[in-house]
């Protein structure tokens, strides 16, 4: 007997629910077929052979979808039901592709990860770009040399290659950038010269604002400390409106309310105020609404019809009186059709008389419009001269600026190109571009400085539009310092902290005045023996009275005291005392150094080209507030000795290298490059003739050919000794810029 249709049935599910189960080692059917199970991933993928089903997802391999033959399988290919989505295996969308999702079929097929720098695998090329070429390690050195070296001569040799090496890349980096404006800047024999002179002219004018405030006495009250924020702000902005070209006039723009925030202020409490109203209109709509809905379903069905029948018959009353206005305007016209009939003469005179008095009108009209735009520009006139009036008598705030910062600065754009793109705007006044960064491709970062009253956000949708030597330059607007003054611990209110603090701040004051050249004169006033300074700047007079302590020793000792005692009360922790004297003394200091050299002292830091930023004087740190607890002598130690390491830079001024420092890194000689130019253009013909390429001459000798170089050719040379000059700035600069070492010459540096 053959199956029943609920039999087959039952075969034909269990049957798919096997084929769902497959496994690895592939699969019997009914009717004794073997099906080979499905490939897998090509061998060598993920670094073996196979695919890692079970590393990756703990269990067993993937399972298979069940995928009959195309050629063959008849009815049973017929009554299979469609492919299926599977629930769990190496095709899950955990990986973003899927059996659905439109990414990969297989997963085999989805390229590899990226792979990661790591210690054991070698960096590619493409991550190291910007980097100095890799250098030999002392092993792979060593297969170079004979095998009979010994080790003292491997070493000797091995650190003469580093040091060649070295050489070779500080000559390719000064090849490389020696024609950017940055590098001419900082060591061109001509170029550096005159912006170190701009500089110190920019230091000048500073010192004389401080002069001027000193002698106004608007530091005598006037202390860093935290507490005092509008006091100082309002220094720095006079400062500021001072250096920009202001007078005390314009300085009285700061004891005015500033506009700016009165209208922020305002819109805050328009904000406000509409949202309250919004609230109540709400209210009351809701409320009205409520009752008229309440009306209209208590409203008769006889009041409806009342009110339709009135509607009807307002209708009809208005129709009516339509059509006799109509009839009536018919009327009117026959009447005037039939006149004009009757007299053309007159309507030729008419006509006449009407064109001259049309004449008359239009010249009077002329007169009048005239007279009008004479009236109008004189009014132009008197209002502009009253606004500018108005504009003379106001103070100017100068201290306020709109600025756009560029992100992306090519190293070949010069400052020249960037303003006279900039110029094209109205109320431009400054730029400033910073020095290049190794590790964003020497690319550089810049500030356009524009007037407070500017649109600043259209000339910076402006600028997105434009590129500099197919660079985009990347401007956004640059937002108004936040935070103006900031706080450091009240620890440094303590006087012992204070005193070093001076003594800190002389020998800053003394460094930067001296690599500046300021307060230089001919017979120099004062000498401080004890701090090792020598300084004619006022500032520093008697600055030794206040480093010296004082201490009641004879008097402890009659009282018996004694010093253990005295550090084992100090170990408890003390208070900490402040003494106003010496406070007034150092924050003069630091503001000076603050005003005239841009240095922020409680921040240990320089805040370069200050002139040319948006914000000529923006951020200071000052004194925050007296620390709760008491503070233990080693706690006041630690943080004089850590400050102090901090101010390294500033109190130590590294000077170039000398010149046998710097030999080693190939710098050169003027007479020898003059020897080589010389050579290199003299080339000999033939017996007794001796070319100049120069400018074409024969000569019979090299010595005449010499001599014609150094009279006629004087600008070359003279271009040969500037280009020895430029490359020996370069190598005498401690600081000066490279290429970072490749990652891999660091670790062969420090096992050799």
Known sequence: MGDSDDEREFKRRDKFHTERRGHDGGERFGGGEWREPRPGPPPGYGGGGGFRGRSMYGGDFRRERYSPERGGGGRRHEMSPPPKR??????????????????????????????????????????????????????????????????????????????????????????????????????????????KDELREMLQKRV?????????GKFERLTLDGDKQDALIKVLDSVVIKLEGGSDFDITVLDLPDPEEEQKKEEASKKKDSLASNDTFDDENAELMKKAKEFLNFMDPADKEKKMEEESKKRKRVDESDEKDDEAKEKDSKDSLEENDADPKSEDLDAVSDGEDAVMKEEGKNVTDIAEKEEIEDKAEEEENEDKAEESSKPRALHKTSSIFLRNLAPTITKQEVEAMCKRFDGFLRSAIADPAPDRRWFRRGWVTFKREVKIKDICFNLNNIRLRDCELGPIVNRDLTRRIRTVPGLTQDKKVVRNDIKLAAKIITNLDGKWGLWK????????????????????????????????????????RREGEEEEGAEEGANIQREEELINVLDKMILYLRIVHSVDFYNHSEYPNEDEMPNRCGILHARGILPAAKVSCSEIDEYMSAFEKKMGGFLVMRGDLTTEEAGKYGLKDETDEVEKFVSANTQELGKDKWLCPLSGKKFKGPDFVKKHILQKHIEKVDEVKKEVNYFNNYLKDPKRPQLPEHPTNKTSSGRA
């Not at 004389?208 to 106004?216: A, D, N, P």
């Not at 701090?531 to 201490?551: F, K, Q, R, V």
């Open 86 to 195: 599977m629930r769990g295996g190496w095709e899950d969308d955990r990986y973003g592709g899927g059996y659905e999702g439109g990414g990969y079929d297989r997963e085999y097929d989805r390229p590899p990860p990226t792979r990661h720098f790591s210690r054991g695998s070698k960096p590619k090329e493409e991550d190291l770009e910007g980097f100095q070429p890799a250098m030999m390690s002392f092993k792979a050195f060593l297969q170079t040399q004979d095998d009979q070296i010994s080790d003292e001569d491997a070493i000797k040799k091995y650190a003469e290659y580093k040091l060649e090496f070295k050489r070779q890349q500080l000559n390719e980096f000064f090849v490389t950038h020696k024609e950017e404006e940055w590098f001419k800047q900082k060591y061109h024999p001509d170029e550096s010269v005159k912006r």
């Open 208 to 216: 004389e604002v401080f002069q001027e405030f000193m002698e106004q």
């Open 521 to 560: 004169s001919k017979e120099e006033n004062t000498e401080e023996v004890m701090l090792g300074l020598a300084t004619s700047n006022p500032l520093l007079e008697n600055i030794t009275d206040y480093l010296i302590e004082e201490a009641s020793a004879e008097e402890e000792e009659l009282l018996g």
